[in-house]
């Protein structure tokens, strides 16, 4: 299929005046590109509440053998799997630890005093600084050869509506929060919204034409001219809507199953809509930077699919002697887990667009989380599992690496797309540079 | 700019296109006409006659002679060429192109002379755009709904599916606080009506409150402040006119402001983060109506807690939003649309939508997906479904509120080949979502919706109820008037009558009212109105916007007052000021305070000639600008046609003259003959407000000289009215019927957007009698406009379908 290599060649291609533009510059870019280099994808997935750390951490650093419970979906990628234990949230200030857990999450940076009481310590305003994701995305924008349409996108699966520091992580900077998208049909909208748009209207077209002869014939031969002249312009839309919908894309517009509701018996089915659509979005470039958000922190998901009555949060406080709610946590995170899975599947088994190999062999999805336990609320050890080649860190491994600050490895993400920033969020957590994990 | 070719209206005649009389009353070639006709064409690099050089050859002539073999005698084409010769060249342009161009093939055939001589004739006998005006009689023009009537109609087609506006007249926002930062309704202490929002309650929790920490915890965990309270005010706020709206929230504590859309808040700063404090975001909304309005706030482990509600109306200041723009009660949610579209032709001073353009017909796409797809996002609320509807009554009620949809949009009964065509045929086989979103895409394109009906040869009721609507509401038709229509009660007079009574209740009759005004006043179209700081330092933008206010409250009250006395506009010598106007035009009110209906006989105030907005508009930043005004009143109120002046001259810089009062220089400036034909009567109505400084404050002398006010007019009866200072000008103009005419006029065409000819030669006399006669009432006139206009309009398609008929037999199709 070839490919044409600019955006107004695109247009000449389809022959489509500027007044169409409107209604086709939501179609998918058919790949732009002009540089040789490899593209590179940072994807970065939230689940809330920490994790059981008995199922999940394995238990030697090294060479990754074997997964335990919570992270045995991930059995088919050991290899490219990347799980980093000693990884710190050392962001003080501010707010109780669920809260700071998710503001300086991917901020490194201390939260602004404000009137948000958690369930502890002082209230709490925004993160006082921008997120990796962003930082990333802007240095990927400023470079023509890793422009894309969007640079980042922030999906989400059953967010409340509210914002307040609970229900964001991204901040485009200090006090500017961005909120997910966690109903699909928005994300399409934002993405494909013309291309619907046109086969509704190409659909009533043929009416609008028929009704302006109907009235035509009503009116005096001075007024037809005017309503002539009207179905005139309807004509020229009609034909530039058929020449656009007849040029091939590349790949496919994905549909999507009508009259899901956002709610929490649907997360599932919510959960495989946006991982389809962002792994549409990469294949159509749209992005080079997304971000998926599971609920939001202190997340009240109730996982009736798995015959768990009891909402996560509420589970998460039991403390560890509590049986029954570890087991019932290892399912919620296993579970998560799955939709990890099924997101590098989805990576693994599409192909890099006018490329070698697969989409995960340039892309790295990082999933990780707000607290390292639940019930103690600790911000030491933050779950990260990294899974992919994107970055050009050695896989295969899971390390140990004591007690390090976040920041570092926020840091690590950023170098390791090329962006070498000296420090992120609070510098004084990042005297020691990027980890090195390449 | 143009030149147009100026008929002398040295002395006496007030010119009109009658219909069928096409030719001016009397028109008088003096020398002195051709001399200046000359001199006009000077201005152009083609002609090069002196003044006082010999009369010029016959344009007539030599078109009957050079070109009506190809353009027929009266420029209308001919079998060679069936294309009539009009356009918008100027006098200059046309000559070049004969010239240059003409005969086609043998332009040397016509000297360069001739050319001019050509020019002149055919721009006036036929050629420009007033000369076919002159020519062809007025007609009801086939229009389609202009810009703002689409945007209300989508709007109001909306509301009719969520219930009335309520339209009551408490004001004020309704106040619940609570004793707890969430809003917990054990905890609800006080209930009151606040008048504005404007309270600092520093470290202390409002008046009222009960003084022991009533503090019971919410939930066993949850931690609290002493100090802490929250307060939610909601009603309605009432938008004056269309426009952008900023709204601004000040507060340091958690604050979160929903304006028309109860879901998404319009300012959300719920959580307090670094300094922000003030909060502000800008919304679209239209005027006449009420929108919902709620407020919400709480405090806690904050230093201090304070609110304040302001907005920033169009053209006005930051302003804390006074009392009078609140009421109390609930009201449902609207949708405004935001697409951008192409602004309609004003060209003959009223808003015309008789031309589409590719412009307009892609934001009426646009418009059309915004709309759809806001419907079906709130399908269930406007199509009534409930979560206990099975999947088939869903699918009728969505059935049912397509058809409804259409029927209000296309303002008829639908047969049942409409419906066929426009509800069923776009809901089959798809999923509920795509079919509504296709009703609404095909029926806001459709010419059903988009074009009036007057000209489709039936005038019916349905046609009767539109007419009535688009005329008073700039909308659609509400569901009294089509029932009435559906009843065949819009037959007779009394009937059209009493539904007009009706109607001009709604709100959105005095918004159309008070668009009118802002035109009729030229408040449109003033500039910013900035004047020199070192000589008026105390005249400053937010002496502009109460300006702005105390001239709506002028035209509110008048308007409100069921005589509605359009003489008041002349004679009233109060003006509306508050603290900060009285400090600068006088009244003795205290600096902070409130509007008040003040007083000003001894300052010369004379309605609305003499409102200082009016005044500081048409003037410069330093002097007042007696052409300005003169230009106003002899447009605005005396309905005089004025043409642009035929040379651009830059006015004579005050200081360059610094010696001569306003007036002196005034006079020097258009003392060329070229001037001197319109200025002769233009500046003596400007000076007669001479006393009015270029702020409107009332002075006795201008630069040191006393004021002189006087001037004279020849009024349309031939005789020379004197008057020295604005009381007197007003009382000439109240009593003139040059002004009732032009006012009813300028009025008719506004609302019905048609020229008042077309509803007959007599139709403006007729009016301007029953205005006269009915103590001047201008919602009589609006009235007796609506209904005459109205019961016209059947008998003109009634005979125009005659015609029709009678013409078809002749003509083959």
């Known amino acids: ?438 | 700019m143009s030149i147009y070719f100026q008929d002398i209206r040295a002395y006496s005649f007030f010119w009109k296109p009658e219909k069928g009389s096409q030719r001016i009353r009397c028109r008088r070639l003096t020398s002195a006409s051709l001399i200046l006709s000359s001199l006009w064409l000077l201005c152009g690099p083609l002609s090069a006659a002196d003044p006082g050089s010999p009369p010029t050859l016959d344009g007539a002539a030599i078109f009957q002679a050079k070109c009506a073999q190809c353009h027929g005698a009266a420029g209308e084409g001919t079998k060679d060429y069936p294309i009539s010769l009009t356009g918008d060249k100027s006098i200059h342009e046309l000559a070049k192109v004969i010239d240059e161009t003409m005969p086609e093939g043998e332009p040397e055939l016509v000297s360069r002379e001739e050319s001019e001589a050509l020019a002149a004739y055919i721009h006036d006998a036929f050629y420009s755009p007033i000369a076919q005006a002159r020519i062809k009689p007025a007609t009801v023009e086939f229009s389609r709904l202009t810009v703002r009537q689409f945007e209300n109609s989508v709007s109001d087609l909306l509301l009719s599916f969520r219930g009335r506006q309520s339209n009551s007249t408490e004001q004020g926002l309704k106040a619940e606080y609570y004793n707890l930062r969430s809003f917990n309704k054990n905890k609800r202490v006080i209930e009151r009506i606040d008048p504005i929002v404007d309270f600092s309650f520093g470290a202390e929790k409002p008046e009222g409150f009960p003084t022991e920490p009533d503090m019971e915890k919410r939930r066993s965990d949850d931690i609290h402040d002493n100090l802490e309270f929250s307060i939610r005010w909601q009603g309605q706020i009432f938008i004056p006119e269309t426009g952008d709206y900023e709204f601004i929230v000040e507060s340091e504590n958690g604050v979160r402001l929903f304006v028309n859309d109860p879901r998404k808040p319009l300012c959300d700063a719920w959580v307090s983060s670094g300094s922000d404090t003030i909060h502000r975001n800008q919304i679209h909304l239209l005027g006449g109506r009420r929108y919902q309005i709620r407020l919400e706030f709480f405090r806690y482990k904050q230093k201090t807690a304070s609110i304040k509600l302001k907005w920033k109306r169009p053209q006005h200041v930051e302003e804390l939003i006074p009392t009078r723009f609140l009421f109390t009660d609930r009201t449902p949610e609207q949708f405004v649309l935001t697409t951008p579209f192409p602004p309609d032709d004003r060209s003959v001073g009223y808003e015309r939508a008789t031309s589409v353009s590719k412009g307009w017909q892609d934001a009426v796409v646009q418009a059309s997906l915004e709309t759809a797809d806001y419907v079906v996002d709130r399908l269930n609320s406007l199509a009534g479904i409930g979560d206990k509807n099975s999947p088939e009554e869903r699918t009728q009620k969505i059935r049912q509120f397509c058809k409804k949809f259409v029927e209000r949009a296309y303002r008829k009964t639908l047969s049942p080949d409409e419906i066929k065509m426009f509800v069923e045929t776009p809901l089959a086989d798809v999923p509920s979502e795509t079919g509504v979103k296709r009703v609404v895409l095909l029926t806001l394109m459709s010419p059903e919706f988009l074009y009036r009906e007057h000209g489709r040869n039936q005038f019916d009721d349905a046609a009767m109820a539109s007419w009535l609507a688009f005329t008073l509401w700039d909308s659609l038709p509400d569901d009294q008037l089509l029932e009435a229509a559906r009843k065949n009660e819009l037959r007779t007079r009394e009937q059209v009558t009493r539904q007009v009574d009706r109607m001009l209740q709604d709100p959105r009759t005095r918004d159309k009212l008070n668009q009118f005004f802002t035109q009729w006043l030229r408040l449109d179209r003033m500039p910013e109105i900035v004047k020199s700081q070192e000589l008026f330092p105390d005249f400053n933008a937010r002496i502009v916007s109460d300006l702005r206010d105390s001239l709506e409250l002028f035209l509110n009250e008048l308007l409100e007052s069921p005589e509605a006395d359009f003489r008041r506009l002349f004679l009233d010598d109060s003006l509306y000021v508050n603290g900060r106007l009285s400090q600068f035009y006088g009244g003795e009110l205290a600096a902070d305070a409130p509007f008040e209906k003040i007083s000003f006989k001894e300052k010369a105030r004379s309605g609305v000639l003499t409102h200082p907005l009016l005044l500081a508009g048409f003037a410069y930043d330093q002097e007042s600008s007696p052409i300005h005004r003169g230009v106003f009143i002899a447009r605005s109120l005396l309905g005089r046609r004025l043409k642009p002046p035929p040379e651009a001259v830059a006015p004579l810089a005050p200081d360059l003259h610094a010696d001569l009062t306003t007036r002196a220089r005034v006079l020097l400036q258009t003392s060329a003959d070229a001037c001197r034909t319109c200025h002769y009567m233009i500046n003596d109505l400007g000076f007669s407000l001479e006393h009015f400084d270029a702020t409107g404050r009332y002075r006795e002398l201008d630069k040191d000289h006393p004021v002189d006010a006087h001037g004279v007019y020849l009024n349309r009866a031939g005789v020379e009215v004197s008057f020295a200072g604005s009381e007197e000008i007003s009382e000439f103009l109240v009593a003139a019927p040059e002004v009732h005419e032009a006012f009813v006029e300028q009025l008719f065409q506004f609302t019905i957007r048609q020229p008042i000819r077309a509803f007959g030669p007599d139709e403006l006399t007729l009016l301007a009698e029953h205005f006269r006669s009915h103590q001047f009432n201008i919602h009589g006139l609006l009235k007796e406009i609506t209904v005459d206009s109205a019961m016209k309009m059947k008998s003109i398609e009634e005979e125009s379908l005659r015609t029709a008929g009678n013409s078809a037999e002749k003509t083959e199709k």
């Open chain 1, 1 to 438: 299929m070839t490919q044409t290599t600019t955006r107004r060649d695109f247009l000449r291609h389809l022959g489509i005046s500027a007044a169409a533009f409107p209604f086709i510059c939501n179609l998918p870019s058919l790949g732009f590109e002009s540089s040789q280099a490899r593209k590179q994808r940072l994807i970065i997935l939230f689940s809330p509440n920490g994790v059981v750390r008995k199922n999940f951490w394995p238990n030697e650093a090294g060479e990754l053998n074997e997964f335990k419970e919570i992270l045995k979906p991930l059995e088919p990628f050991r290899d490219r799997t990347l799980v980093l234990n000693g990884v710190c949230d050392k962001i003080r200030g501010d707010g109780d630890n669920h809260m700071r857990g998710m503001g300086c999450l991917l901020t490194g940076i201390e939260l602004f005093p404000g009137n948000i009481q958690g369930g502890s310590d002082t209230p709490a305003g925004w993160a006082s600084g921008i997120s990796i994701d962003q930082e990333i995305k802007n240095f990927l924008q400023s470079q023509p050869e890793t422009q894309t349409r969007f640079g980042s996108l922030e999906f989400g699966v059953v967010v409340p509506e509210r914002a307040d520091t609970w229900t964001r992580m991204v901040y485009s900077g200090p006090n500017r929060p961005i909120a997910p998208i966690d109903n699909p049909y928005q994300m399409f909208r934002k993405l494909y919204g013309g291309v619907k748009d046109q086969e509704s209207l190409k659909s009533v077209l043929d009416i609008v034409s028929a009704d302006l002869k109907k009235v035509e014939s009503m009116v005096s031969a001075e007024d037809q001219k005017l309503l002539l002249e009207h179905a005139s312009f309807v004509r020229q839309m009609e034909q530039e809507i058929t020449a656009a919908q007849k040029n091939p894309m590349t790949h496919a517009i994905p549909q999507l199953d009508p009259g899901v509701v956002v709610a929490n018996d649907n997360l599932p089915q919510l959960a495989r809509m946006q991982i389809d659509l962002m792994v549409n979005s990469l294949v159509s470039d749209f992005a080079r930077v997304a971000t998926l958000q599971f609920t939001h922190s202190v997340g009240q998901a109730r996982m009736k699919w798995l015959e768990i009555d009891e909402t996560h949060h509420t589970l998460s406080h039991e403390p560890n002697s509590n049986e029954d709610a570890q087991t019932k946590l290892t399912k919620i995170n296993q579970w998560y887990c799955e939709q990890l899975a099924y997101l590098v599947q989805k990576l693994a088994d599409t192909p890099e667009p006018g490329g070698q190999g697969s989409l995960l062999d340039n892309t790295t999805v990082v999933w990780t989380n707000e607290l390292g336990e639940g019930n103690s609320h600790t911000l030491n050890n933050i779950p990260f599992v990294l899974i992919g080649n994107g970055l050009n860190f050695k896989m295969g491994q899971s390390l140990k690496l004591g007690s390090v600050p976040h920041n570092r490895l926020l840091m690590s993400f950023a170098h390791a797309m090329g962006h070498h920033i000296p420090h992120f969020g609070n510098a004084s957590f990042c005297e020691l540079g990027p980890l090195n994990l390449g």
